[in-house]
């Protein structure tokens, strides 16, 4: 646990002191977007040095979609990756169903890419 605080520490002091060494603060926000964390709760985080602002989580969570899009392209082309498709139904219901508030029934299909 001490080892954890002394971490936290240094990652907090280092990036106020150089934006580029970020290591905590960038960890942080994509867990706090992954938790639904407020926005204004991530601001005062992010005032305090604790995580990257809203803005950077954003950009970055963007950022690495693109690669990401971008390397499955790359490997679909190759022929060397298998495709497996799902369809799956999602039922979102709702506590007290009403006229306004109904539940409702989501059709998707997931895909997923092996490697030869």
């Known amino acids: ?41 991530i601001q005062a985080l992010h005032h305090l040095g604790v995580c990257d602002s809203q803005k950077s989580i954003h950009n970055a969570i963007d950022s690495m979609s693109r690669e990401a899009v971008s390397l499955l392209k790359r490997r679909g ?7 497996a498709y799902d369809n799956f139904d999602v039922n979102a219901s709702t506590d ?5 508030n109904r539940s409702k029934f989501h059709h998707a299909t997931s895909a997923l890419m092996i490697k030869l």
């Open 96 to 100: 007290q169903p009403t006229l306004e």
């Open 1 to 41: 646990m001490l080892k954890q605080r002394r971490f936290a520490i240094i990652c907090i002091i280092l990036s106020t002191t150089n934006q580029k060494c970020n290591t905590l603060g960038a960890t942080l926000g994509f867990f706090f977007h992954s938790k639904n964390v407020p926005e204004k709760v």
């Open 77 to 83: 082309q190759t022929f060397l990756q298998g495709v």
